[in-house]
């Protein structure tokens, strides 16, 4: 396993636990954010409560006075409780300082149970509003009910304003007051946001961390595992080139015309398992040395590289008694020779390996393409979305490492080479694989 490819199985397992602790984080930031903008919510209709209680108080110690309050004595109690209020008796306005006309906001409070948003502003009738504990889990705020007589009476509207606590204006309509909702407690609120987005960060952040800290060090021995048998792989692989070429060289100039049929047939064997062998030590060194390397380009002339592959692979053909259809046109494609030599040998000796006995090949080389079908077993939809896994072989019979096919896929997709696999169960398998001239 290659440094990146174990980085990135770390970072998949560190991305699915991040996202699954992220959603528990996540319901209990919701669970959070909620609490605390309800207890927000709270105590702004606390405080604008306490304001009226306020103005209501002046009002009453007035008439008890037999007094009247002027416009500054109101203007006076704005700047003291520092909030916007309205004061209007018998429809006319006695102070005001909302940010829109008192006349038009009480119109729309009389059609809107006495509660309205406009523009982000919040206008309450604190004394005439109905089921107020609807509007906030509060139990502690009571209507000034000893004197409401004489305000009604009087018919005098005490209007607060506020910041806008979200009230959506299709909820709060008289027969549908009890199901609002909320969307923004203004700067406290938006201060609450921040906070818990911050802390949210933060937990993910240091979560991360944590784990990318404790999967590393769980996956270090493991690691080093796959690193030692990597190199065991490579070692391995250059320390059999001598011997190998020797035993194909020997084989090469070996006279066999003087060998009876008994030890002439134990040749064939030599030279099939030698050819075996080069052939599994050919993909391990273009796995761990080859394909990884921008290597030199070419005209390479396919018809001639394929006759010359199917010559090599002879008598692999004639111990399974196969038979090769083949039509080959004249093409030419700029790739690296020995890519392109793997890859068909690939191709052609999986056709070989699954093919049985006295069955056909078709090798059809077209205009930018080639088709390789055999008469083999083969696959079925699901083996063949994992056909070019590395190490993933399907027929544990048949020996191999499993990365014929994945070789196939690395030199395809480097040269920009389309691959497309038909197969069905016991019918066969055809490789397509098409280009651009």
Not at 36 to 52: C, K, M, P, V, W
Request: proline residues 1%; aromatic residues 12%.
């Amino acid at each position: 396993m290659k440094s990146e490819n174990f980085n990135h199985t770390i970072l998949k397992i560190l991305a699915l636990y991040i996202i699954t602790s992220g959603v528990f984080l996540t319901i209990f930031f919701i669970t959070f954010y909620q609490k605390e903008a309800n207890f927000i919510r709270l105590n702004q209709i606390t405080h604008s409560y306490t304001h009226f209680n306020y103005i209501l108080q002046n009002i009453i110690e007035a008439r008890h006075e037999r007094s009247f309050l002027s416009s500054e004595d109101f203007v006076y109690l704005s700047k003291k409780l520092s909030t916007q209020f309205a004061i209007i008796a018998e429809d006319q306005v006695i102070f005001s300082n909302l940010s829109f006309s008192a006349l038009d906001i009480l119109k729309q409070l009389k059609k809107n149970n006495y509660i309205y948003n406009q523009n982000q502003r919040l206008f309450i009738d604190f004394l005439r509003i109905r089921n107020l504990d609807t509007y906030v889990d509060i139990k502690n705020i009571k209507k000034p009910r000893h004197h409401s007589h004489f305000l009604k009476h009087r018919n005098i509207y005490i209007i607060i304003e506020t910041n806008d606590l979200g009230f959506k204006k299709e909820q709060y309509r008289k027969d549908n007051y009890n199901n609002l909702d909320t969307k923004d407690f203004a700067s406290e609120l938006w201060k609450l946001k921040l906070k818990t987005i911050f802390y949210a960060l933060i937990c993910i952040s240091i979560l991360a961390a944590i784990t990318y800290v404790l999967l590393s060090l769980v996956f270090k021995n493991i690691k080093e595992q796959f690193q030692a048998l990597n190199d065991f792989i490579k070692d391995t692989t250059h320390e059999i080139n001598t011997p190998l070429s020797v035993i194909l060289a020997s084989i090469k100039k070996f006279d066999d015309t003087h060998l009876d049929p008994n030890n002439i047939k134990k040749f064939n064997h030599i030279k099939l398992a030698s050819k075996n062998l080069n052939h599994i030590y050919q993909n391990l060194i273009a796995l761990n040395f080859f394909i990884q390397k921008e290597n030199t380009k070419e005209d390479i002339k396919l018809k001639e590289l394929i006759e010359q592959r199917l010559e090599y692979f002879e008598s692999l053909i004639s111990q399974k008694n196969l038979i090769i259809e083949k039509e080959l046109l004249e093409q030419n494609f700029h790739a690296n020779k020995e890519e392109i030599q793997i890859l068909f040998d690939n191709l052609l000796s999986n056709a070989i390996k699954y093919t049985n006995t006295h069955k056909k090949i078709y090798i059809s080389l077209q205009q930018n393409m080639l088709s390789i079908k055999d008469e083999g077993q083969g696959m079925n939809t699901k083996e063949i979305a994992q056909i070019f896994t590395r190490y993933k072989r399907f027929n544990q019979d048949q020996g191999g490492f499993g990365i014929g096919l994945n070789l196939v896929k690395q030199i395809a997709d480097k040269n920009n080479i389309n691959i497309k696999v038909i197969s069905k169960e016991n019918k066969g398998s055809e490789f397509i694989l098409s280009w651009q001239g």
